[in-house]
């Protein structure tokens, strides 16, 4: 059963403009949530996380937005960069769970 | 080194045959996490240490996998009489606690 849910494959931006990259999760009990970023060959990095006590939190270009009613977060990137193409997962857990759960992940593609 | 390092990166094994993966996890890093992501899949969790104990293995498939720290450092995630469907890329994460995790490269299996 899928609890974390990335329903967009991909994703293709312009150099410059707003990228967008949805997440939807099940479990209610899930009140911390992390994006990881990753490129080839390579393990996912940790990008950025918020606890459910916040909506908002933003590190430089970067901004996670949480809905807990709608049970929905997403990552903005602006302005997108070439260097962002990656895979972007969402993963969610309890606080202080170790069982983290992912979702299948988006293909950001920014072109220059 | 400074990061979680994995290896083998790639191994190819035939069907019925046992392998090892290692992982070396960031010095100091108390948890350790197995998860195991299939092609086009997010990770998903197997197995948890906190040192040298093995605190959740839930997510182990079956009796064939067993994940091993005796020492609390390294660790080794052993696949017995491998099937097809355990190819995957094998990914090792530490963290500090149980929030960012911090990956490996991964090692990918593929079973003939």
């Known amino acids: 059963d899928q609890q974390v849910k ?3 494959p991909s994703l293709s931006v312009q150099e410059g403009r707003i990228s967008i990259l949805n997440c939807d999760y099940t479990n209610s ?9 990753k490129y080839p060959a390579e393990g996912p990095t940790f990008l950025i996380s918020i606890s459910s006590i916040k909506d908002k939190n933003e590190d430089g270009r970067f901004t996670v937005f949480l809905n807990k009613s709608a049970k929905h977060l997403s990552l903005h990137i602006v ?9 972007y997962f969402c993963a969610a857990s309890e606080w202080n769970n170790n069982d983290m759960r992912f979702g299948a992940g988006t293909r950001l593609t920014v072109k220059p | ?11 190819v094994a035939k069907r019925g045959q046992d392998v090892a993966l290692r992982c070396d996890p960031i010095s100091g890093h108390v948890s350790l996490f197995w998860y ?17 104990a093995q605190l959740d293995k839930s997510g182990l498939p079956s009796d064939r996998f067993f994940a091993e720290r005796p020492e609390g450092s390294v660790s ?6 491998t099937q097809q469907e355990d190819s995957a890329v094998y990914l090792c994460a530490s963290s500090r606690d149980t929030g960012e995790l911090f990956f490996g490269e991964g090692s990918r299996l593929t079973v003939l």
């Open chain 1, 6 to 8: 990335q329903n967009s």
């Open chain 1, 29 to 37: 009990m899930f009140d911390y949530f992390l994006w990881y970023k």
């Open chain 1, 79 to 87: 302005p997108s960069q070439p260097g962002d193409s990656a895979v």
């Open chain 2, 1 to 11: 080194g400074a990061g979680v390092s994995q290896s083998p990166r790639y191994k």
């Open chain 2, 36 to 52: 195991q992501q299939a092609l086009g899949q997010g990770p998903e969790f197997l197995t948890y240490f906190q040192n040298e």
């Open chain 2, 76 to 81: 080794t995630l052993k696949i017995q009489r």
